[in-house]
């Protein structure tokens, strides 16, 4: 499957005619520690950012201080998504009109909270299907998202041509 869709005309050279188009591609990582945003034209990063904030482990132990200990982490939390929403408002938003796609990666649940934010209504519509996988956001693994979202699948129909 082609990683925007398949093309308007169902052929093989209709397909490698899509699949070579050099696209405007945006891309937002978020995990819960780190963000990255980008805008891609073909494999080339263009305008970019990324950053970190510092989001404590689960405190383990109960006790008095755990419920200290779980405020304390829902705030760096919520100050890290911030960060990343408006990393992708700086970034992203300015160039909604000319991105063909969105590709997300990281955090499912990280992702839909920075999405959520009012200002980034306009990138919801040009949001790829799948999800990347990403361990840590920073900018080599931005700079390399093009060979996971340029990736395009083909399965035989089965069929043999006659």
Do not use: N, W, Y
């Not at 780190?34 to 805008?39: E, L, Q, S, V, Y």
């Amino acid at each position: 499957m082609p990683p925007f869709g398949p093309p308007a005309t169902a052929s093989v050279d209709a397909l490698l005619e899509d699949v070579a188009r050099d696209r405007t591609v945006g891309v937002l990582l978020v995990r819960l520690g780190g963000h990255a945003a980008g805008i891609f034209i073909g494999e080339t990063l263009g305008e970019s950012k990324v950053g970190s904030r510092l989001v404590h482990g689960r405190h383990r132990k109960g006790g008095s201080s755990s419920g200290r200990f779980a405020r304390r982490r829902e705030g760096e939390a919520r100050a890290a998504l911030q960060a990343a929403a408006d990393v992708a408002v700086r970034i992203l938003l300015p160039a909604a009109a000319r991105l063909d796609a969105l590709v997300l990666g990281g955090d499912r649940r990280a992702l839909d909270e920075v999405l959520a934010d009012v200002r980034l209504a306009p990138l919801r519509g040009l949001v790829a299907g799948r999800v990347l996988e990403v361990t840590d956001p920073r900018l080599a693994v931005l700079r390399d998202t093009p060979q996971a979202f340029l990736a395009t699948t083909v399965r035989p129909s089965g069929r043999i041509p006659s």
